[in-house]
């Protein structure tokens, strides 16, 4: 059974920092391409970042671009997300997904507040 489990979440002031943990089992992490996506209090999900399996190459949506890493560390089937400089706007439900699995697998997320 796939399973994603999400952590690292909180309540953060402007500017600060966070850094997001996806712990996968239940498939072969190492050659599963991986995203991030978020979902804002009354909006829609959004994809903010991916990391391809083979190469290691990594995307980013341009609202998190150079604030936000994604990494992975296969040994330990972990993806992480590094989120830095964050603003109010980046408060939502924060969630991995597989992306080139059979079919398309996300965890619970982790709820991130970006509040003075």
């Known amino acids: 059974e796939v399973q994603l489990v999400e952590s690292g979440g909180g309540l953060v002031q402007p500017g600060g920092s966070l850094r997001l943990s996806c712990v996968a089992s239940g498939f072969t992490f190492g050659t599963t391409d991986m995203s991030w996506v978020r979902q804002g209090p009354g909006k829609g999900p959004e994809w903010i970042s991916s990391?391809?399996?083979?190469?290691?190459?990594?995307y980013y949506a341009t609202s998190v671009k150079g604030r936000f890493t994604i990494s992975r560390d296969n040994a330990r089937n972990t993806l992480y997300l590094q989120m830095n400089s964050l603003k109010p706007e980046d408060t939502a439900l924060y969630y991995c997904?597989?992306?080139?699995?059979?079919?398309?697998?996300r965890g619970q997320g982790t709820q991130v507040t970006v509040s003075s």
């Open positions: 990391i391809n399996s083979g190469t290691g190459s990594t």
């Open positions: 997904r597989t992306d080139t699995l059979p079919t398309t697998h």
